[in-house]
């Protein structure tokens, strides 16, 4: 029989199968402090629950660990990680370090299957999504390594969160949970490629987290050259979606955009993208574009960024340039896997 993936559980379902086992519930609240506060790898270390249910655990259960295949730091502090996963697997965590505390990028899944063309960690497709517990474990594993605790959390890693909506949304309720880590939902951001669908299916959930959206191109016709996903939801369903999710939940969303000389830096480009803004509490990101092998995507420059976002700025389109931490160790996202294939 294969056993129970405890560190996906949440509290009560941890309480459930705890009592099931004729054990009272604050036992399940010491297991989960041990899992999800103490960063604890196996059930030995859990000194304080009895050696009988310790073996029972072992026996039932698997603690979900990841190991460290390869680790580069830059010079800037910013730490990439390339984990293990139980099954061999690979996927990428990054550590970066701001004044106001620890960020961590994440993966949710190994590999991904949206295919967007300028993006590594697409390049050979989706092998599986990630469980609950190994994105969590990206965390308390990093925390574990640094020695320091972690504040802000970006689900951009390799990987598409709304293809494995149930993981990466149950990620963000432990993650934030008093019981665990307790990082404010604020302090968490989710980028997806806009599964229309699922961005209202997130919308209900009522989650305090801010929603980025890649978005990359400002016509339908253009962005189906970069981002597939474009063939199954046109860029008005994108946005109308978008407009309906601040509506229910109050929140503002982030708008990536990553400037591709030639591609989607036009004055053209700038004027539209105002246009699809018009009216909207958003906030624009730009992201230099990170060259991939392969990729047909790669005229980049640090001037014509600049160029771009004062395009903007004279539209009255707020945009923020994304800093490039880790310069050094630059594999774009999904590089340092793809090496390790
Ligand atoms: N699947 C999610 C998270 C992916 S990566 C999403 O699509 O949003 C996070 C961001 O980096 C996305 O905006 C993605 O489009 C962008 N990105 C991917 N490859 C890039 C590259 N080579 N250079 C710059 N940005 C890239």
Redo the contacts with the bound molecule.
């Keep these: 029989m294969a056993k129970i993936d405890i560190n996906s559980l949440e509290l009560n379902e941890l309480k459930e199968y705890i009592m099931s086992l004729g054990e009272k519930p604050f036992v399940a609240k010491q297991i989960y402090s041990w899992l999800h506060v103490k960063n604890a790898e196996s059930f030995d270390e859990m000194t304080n629950v009895s050696k009988a249910l310790r073996a029972t655990l072992g026996e039932n259960c698997a603690v979900t660990t990841l190991s460290v295949r390869k680790k580069q730091v830059s010079k800037d502090g910013t730490i990439k990680y390339l984990y293990q996963l139980g099954d061999g697997n690979c996927i990428e965590t990054v550590l970066m370090r701001y004044e106001h505390g620890n960020s961590i990028c994440v993966s949710s899944q190994v590999g991904?299957r949206?295919g967007?063309k300028?993006?590594?960690?697409t390049q050979h497709g989706k092998v599986r999504d990630l469980t609950t517990g190994e994105i969590l474990r990206q965390v308390y594993k990093t925390e574990k390594d640094i020695g320091e605790r972690i504040s802000n959390i970006v689900?951009?890693?390799i990987?598409?969160?709304l293809d494995n909506f149930d993981n990466a949304t149950r990620f963000v309720r432990m993650i934030s949970s008093p019981d665990g880590k307790n990082i404010s939902q604020r302090n968490i951001s989710l980028?997806?490629?806009g599964i229309v669908p699922k961005i209202y299916e997130l919308a209900d959930m009522n989650l305090n987290i801010t929603l980025?959206i890649?978005l990359?191109a400002t016509t339908t016709e253009l962005r189906k050259k970069t981002m597939p996903i474009t063939n199954a939801y046109s860029v008005e369903q994108l946005m109308q979606a978008c407009r309906d999710y601040t509506k229910k939940t109050g929140r503002r969303i982030s708008f990536?955009y990553?400037v591709i000389h030639g591609t989607n830096d036009s004055d053209d480009d700038a004027r539209r993208l105002a246009g699809l803004l018009k009216g909207m509490i958003s906030h624009v990101n730009l992201?230099?574009?990170?060259?991939?092998d392969g990729?047909p995507f790669t005229r980049y420059d640090d001037k014509i960024i600049k160029i771009f976002q004062k395009k903007l700025t004279d539209l009255h389109i707020n945009a923020t340039i994304r800093r490039r931490l880790g310069q050094d160790i630059s594999a774009?996202?999904?590089q340092l896997r793809n090496e390790n294939r």
């Design positions: 991904c949206m967007c300028f993006c590594a960690s689900m951009m890693g990987g598409e969160p980028s997806t490629c980025s890649s990359h990536e990553t992201i230099p574009l990170n060259p991939v990729s774009a996202c999904g």
